[in-house]
């Protein structure tokens, strides 16, 4: 038994090692890419100037209070769930590229491949949250229930985009084709826009606003919305997940993480045959 645990301590630390080496590759490559790191650091901040500002006065809040302290919680949540995309769309390229041939070849832990992926996606989606909450107090926006709930409601958007990443690894992996993967990034929209991420779902059709109201992105919204203390908050008879937001994306976390780690685990064992 205490053989069976050592190897096992040494195959754990084996693998984070590697899969930290490949954290470093993946910020490194960033560092030879700097229009990729501009446009990702840009994007939050044009979205909350476009929504807030352009839209904002068009669309009225339920209950009254200001849109764009309605519309952070959202855009938070649509800048987490961009994350499946961009792993995908590296992954893709590693694998159409002989990338993933090469690591396959060389003497380290098979797991720390999509583990590294992973890893630098959460890292970059840290810093992508900060520019984005710098942004939303210089219009206007704030948390209004304190330290902890806050913390709550970044911690939540942190554990769904980890499980989102793992779709994005299995996703890149499935098509092994950089072009391929750079068409499907389009397809990430309606998504987003199909929740109550910018406007309240209470005047969709029937069949779309259960559609919007079952979405991850509207339970991650609307759990922010609640932990934040902004306006926007569902009340009444509404779907489970707008009754049960933070249990909803805790939920949605896990089923990605059960489904998807172990798919994207045997398409990269089986990616080289």
Avoid at 121 to 137: E, K, N, S, Y
Avoid at 162 to 171: E, T
């Amino acid at each position: 038994m205490t053989d069976l645990a050592f190897s096992l301590g040494y195959r754990l630390r084996w693998t984070v090692a590697d899969g930290l080496t490949l954290v470093g590759r993946e910020l490194g490559r960033l560092r030879h890419a700097p229009g990729e790191i501009v446009a990702a650091l840009i994007f939050p901040a044009v979205m909350v100037v476009l929504f807030g500002y352009v839209f904002g006065s068009a669309i009225q809040v339920p209950d009254g209070g200001n849109y764009r302290e309605y519309l952070m919680p959202g855009l938070f949540a649509m800048v987490t769930f961009s994350a499946w995309l961009g792993v995908m769309t590296r992954t893709a390229a590693d694998a159409s590229r002989g990338v993933m041939d090469r690591f396959r070849s060389m003497p380290m832990a098979r797991l720390a491949v999509p583990f590294g992926q992973t890893g630098a996606d959460l890292l970059t989606g840290l810093l992508m949250l900060a520019i984005m909450v710098g942004t939303g107090m210089l219009v206007g926006w704030q948390p209004h229930r304190g330290l902890i709930p806050t913390a709550q409601a970044f911690l939540l958007m942190i554990v769904l985009r980890y499980a989102l990443s793992w779709v994005g690894v299995y996703v890149g992996l499935a098509v092994k084709n950089e072009q391929v993967a750079d068409a499907m990034v389009p397809l990430g929209l309606p998504f987003t826009m199909l929740s109550n991420a910018f406007v309240p779902t209470d005047g969709m059709p029937g069949w779309l606003r259960f559609l919007a109201d079952w979405n991850p992105v509207s339970a991650l919204t609307t759990a922010s919305r609640e932990l934040f203390g902004n306006p926007g908050v569902t009340s009444g008879n509404v779907a489970w997940p707008l009754a049960h937001p933070v249990t909803a994306v805790l939920l949605w976390s896990a089923a990605l993480l059960v489904i998807f780690f172990p798919l994207s685990l045997r398409a990269y064992m089986r990616s080289g045959r």
